[in-house]
């Protein structure tokens, strides 16, 4: 469903006097956002598993000192269908410090700002013009399917798992198969030096105690016509193509759940000739998950539920795993559980 | 006098890679491309336009019943048919940048 925004958003950068250097159109891909809030309440059952296409708009919330125009953050709300009060998040102006930075460095080359000078930003709304609908045009409806949750034991699964890295409570538990980390690692060690990859797949699970949703990971089809380098990994249409037929043939009633790709940080580290000690403290060798590995979760996993795995390949230490998801709107890490291997594994 | 472009519109279905984001196009003008549909529905399906760097995307539209990608130059009239689904896949890298 399209967002709606009865006000238009806006930055103002100050400089370090307090002046005010400009205003600019806020840029911001609010989708992850609305996915998000949508999805959290999904899970505590406070929307419909089928209600994808509910009214929604992005809302300014004042900030309780300045007011009206000066925001604190923004509201995305949901409407429900059957008259219940709207669901609502709130998300901080956080939100834009990146859309800031790319603002000063633009007024830094126009010499509004020194270089090097304190900046400080905020988040303005105003009324925005009734909008005039465009004559012609593709006339579309959303048909998107609810979520696939099929009813299960979240019980089940916590009892023969084991946890990765740090579990929060509010996040989606997310089960993952150790075939398919097993698979992950002989594939980056064939790979060596170059970036590999392959999609996630596997089921929704709503909880029938709880009414919570967790998604388990049951297999990992391996990217085909992919284009790999030491510091890119190329998916093609045809990448696509060839996981959708993988899908099918499996017949089991998975899902995409997003996908994975090594990091091949000891062959980075190589090439920049970083020492053993450096390497242990570089962000790049643990839960590092990139502007362009963002973009790949949102242009063919943009549903919240949606995680994607990075197989950390460095010098001192064994393979290891991160996992990043959808948390209030940004693509986090986070922790995520290791079955026990079954008899009967996918 | 040549012959005039049809005016039929064609019902069609849009999925993106993921298969959870589909919605219906009511209209497709058989007259024109695929890539102006794609176009198009780039915007109405909230897909991103550009990658981190603010290249813009390579989507490629495949068609379910033919099991092939269709070229943007393609019109909808001779490449589709009432109810065929497409799914939109991106050409899109994951990297360091």
């Not at chain 1, 604190?72 to 409407?79: F, H, K, M, N, T």
């Not at chain 1, 034991?153 to 089960?175: C, E, K, N, Y």
């Amino acid at each position: 469903m399209t967002l709606a925004f009865p006000c238009r958003f806006a930055i103002a950068i100050y400089g370090e006097d307090g002046a005010c250097l400009g205003v600019v159109a806020a840029r911001r891909d609010w989708e992850p956002a609305h996915e998000w809030t949508r999805f959290y309440f999904q899970r505590r059952g406070r929307l419909s598993l089928d209600g994808n296409g509910s009214a929604s708009s992005v809302i300014p919330l004042w900030d309780r000192t300045l007011g009206e125009p000066y925001c604190r953050g923004y509201r995305i709300q949901i409407e429900t269908p059957d008259g219940m009060p709207p669901v609502a998040s709130d998300f901080p102006n956080t939100h834009f410090r990146e859309f800031a930075a790319e603002l000063a460095s633009r007024f830094v080359a126009q010499r509004k700002l020194r270089a090097g000078e304190l900046y400080s930003y905020a988040l303005v709304a105003y009324p925005a013009p009734p909008e005039v609908a465009k004559a012609g045009g593709l006339s579309v409806t959303n048909a998107s399917p609810g979520l696939p949750a099929r009813d299960a034991s979240l019980a089940d699964l916590l009892a023969r798992a084991t946890p990765s890295g740090v579990i929060d409570i509010d996040d989606m538990p997310v089960f993952v198969s150790p075939r398919v980390l097993d698979e992950a690692s002989e594939l980056t060690r064939a790979e060596q030096g170059t970036e590999t990859g392959g999609i996630l797949i596997g089921t929704l699970g709503r909880d029938t105690m709880a009414g919570d949703v967790f998604a388990e990971i049951t297999a990992q089809i391996p990217a085909e016509h992919t284009s790999g380098s030491q510091v890119k990994l190329t998916f093609t249409p045809q990448t696509w193509a060839a996981a959708d037929a993988a899908l099918r043939l499996r017949k089991r009633g998975e899902i995409y759940l997003g996908y994975w790709h090594s990091h091949p940080v000891r062959a980075w580290c190589k090439t920049r000739a970083c020492t053993l000690e450096a390497q242990k403290t570089c962000h790049l060798a643990k839960d590092f998950f990139s502007p362009d590995d963002e973009a790949v979760m949102r242009a063919a996993f943009p549903r919240a539920y949606s995680v994607a795995i990075v197989a950390n390949d460095t010098a001192f230490t064994d393979l290891t795993f991160s996992m990043f998801g959808n948390r209030e709107g940004i693509t986090q890490p986070r922790g995520f559980y290791v079955l026990e291997e079954t008899i009967h594994g996918a | 006098m040549g012959k005039p472009e049809s005016t039929l519109d064609i019902p069609l279905e849009i999925s993106d890679v993921s298969g959870q984001k589909i919605f219906s196009v009511a209209n497709a003008p058989a007259a024109n491309t695929v890539g102006e549909l794609v176009h198009e529905m780039i915007g109405k399906m909230n897909l991103p336009r550009n990658d981190a760097g603010g290249a813009p995307l390579t989507y490629q539209a495949r068609s379910e019943r033919e099991g092939r990608h269709l070229n943007a130059s393609e019109r909808i009239g001779d490449a589709l048919q009432r109810g065929d689904r497409l799914t939109l896949q991106p050409n899109i890298d994951a990297g360091l940048r």
